[in-house]
């Protein structure tokens, strides 16, 4: 389908985003470990996040859900599943589930959509096959489907080289099926949901910094956990396509009861940098800091990003948004990450800025955007979901049509509805 959206105007709004998209998947996830009931408010049900859901259940949870709570039943022992298991557009999901599966004994496939299966996968399985998990797949295991037969694995000390949440994750989720304490080590903090989460379930893990380093050292499982009572917290991943929208257009966006996680807020911080005024109100703090937070928008300058890249990676494209329209020359450099994304999202962001009349560069790891006036384009969304609304966001200036805009429904099923809040758009069908 292709998403059009007219030129808005200013706006004065509080948005109530969908529930956090990382923290749902991990609740449906780590429910498998635990040894009983789990109680689940606000999961968001996107495509993707409803995918791992469906894994859960396939795998022996029993799931009950009346539209506000979603019970997870965990099963006894993990079992092998009669069929193959879809994850959807979802990297969390395959990479997440991997690390699990890897060390429960069975036999397990798992595989996505076309993007998903164009995804490098050989960041998770070489280091779970280094400590004996036994995974195959296309290219020597780096493409999916990738088959898993599960078993007891090697306690290790594993120092990866990229700050990535996912390959924390997977191996964290490893090393609960070891015989030993293993250690993770990046070089920067990734997002931490994972090590909060089981923490708060009662892992035995201990996080660090040290020398520069964020180490986590985890024990083996000598129980199952107990089990999650939450209230997912809102997306402020996906709230930050309306602090954009509030930032470019000179307005006020109020975003209610989100993560304020150090990790998750870094693009409110960049924005903040680039002239707008924003407001962080601490309400809760238990799994997660949740709270809301306030985006004022004024006249942006360009900004220079290259530190805290693994805190807004996925904020990137609509932070780019406002570098169309900030006063001067942003640059964005050790993000090298963003080529693996749902799509390249490097040559997304350059390719479709430069229809829009924006001077725009690539580098191997990032880009150039010197801010200038915008015009209305037909953009390639390449199926992503996060290029698509990045361009959603802009159109509120100058109008704008995006292509396979669809794929906005595998992580955020509320946008359109937040979207008519700040500019009008329609959606045409395409055979």
């Not at 989100?258 to 903040?272: M, P, W």
Request: with cysteine.
């Amino acid at each position: 389908m292709i998403l059009e959206v007219f030129s808005g105007k200013q706006f004065n709004e509080e948005f109530l985003v969908d529930a956090d998209k990382s923290i749902s998947h991990r609740c449906a996830i780590f429910s498998l470990l635990t040894n009983g009931e789990n109680i689940i408010k606000n999961y968001l049900r996107a495509e993707d996040t409803l995918n791992s859901l469906e894994i859960a259940k396939k795998l022996g949870a029993k799931i009950e859900d009346n539209g506000d709570v979603i019970k997870i039943i965990a099963p006894k022992k993990i079992k092998e599943a009669d069929d193959v298991l879809y994850c959807g557009n979802s990297g969390t999901t395959i990479r997440i589930y991997s690390g699990l599966l890897a060390g429960v004994d069975g036999f397990f496939v798992l595989t996505g959509d076309e993007y998903l299966r164009r995804r490098p996968m050989k960041r998770i399985s070489a280091p779970l096959i280094s400590i004996g998990a036994k995974i195959d797949g296309r290219e020597n295991a780096n493409l999916a489907p990738l088959s898993i037969r599960g078993g007891k694995l090697k306690s290790f000390k594993y120092e990866s080289k990229i700050a990535s949440a996912q390959v924390k994750s997977a191996m964290i989720l490893a090393a609960l099926n070891t015989n030993d304490i293993s250690t993770y080590i990046e070089p920067f903090l990734s997002r931490d949901h994972t090590e909060r989460m089981l923490k708060g379930m009662g892992a035995d893990i201990e996080c660090k910094m040290e020398n520069g380093k964020w180490r986590v050292n985890i024990a083996p499982l000598k129980e199952k956990l107990n089990p999650l009572n939450i209230t997912v917290p809102n997306d402020p991943s996906s709230a930050f396509f309306f602090a954009v929208a509030a930032a470019i257009t000179n307005s006020t966006a109020i975003i209610k009861n989100v993560t304020l996680n150090q990790t998750r807020i870094e693009a409110y911080k960049v924005l903040e940098k680039m002239g707008a005024t924003i407001e962080y109100i601490l309400k809760e703090d238990k799994y997660e800091p949740i709270g809301d937070i306030v985006v004022k928008g004024n006249q942006l300058q360009a900004v220079e990003v290259s530190n805290n890249i693994p805190w807004l990676i996925d904020e990137l494209p609509a932070l780019a948004m406002a570098m169309a329209v900030a006063h001067g020359k942003s640059i964005v450099r050790g993000a090298k990450e963003l080529r693996v994304k749902e799509s390249d999202r490097i040559k997304a962001v350059v390719e479709n800025l430069k229809k829009c009349g924006v001077e725009a560069k690539e580098f191997e790891d990032g880009y150039e955007i010197i801010g200038g006036d915008v015009k209305s384009a037909l953009i390639d969304s390449f199926g992503d979901h996060r290029i698509a609304m990045s361009f959603a966001i802009l159109g509120i200036l100058s109008g704008m049509k995006i292509q396979q805009a669809e794929c906005i429904n595998t992580s955020f099923p509320n946008f359109f509805k937040l979207l008519s809040k700040v500019a009008k758009y329609r959606i045409m069908d395409v055979d």
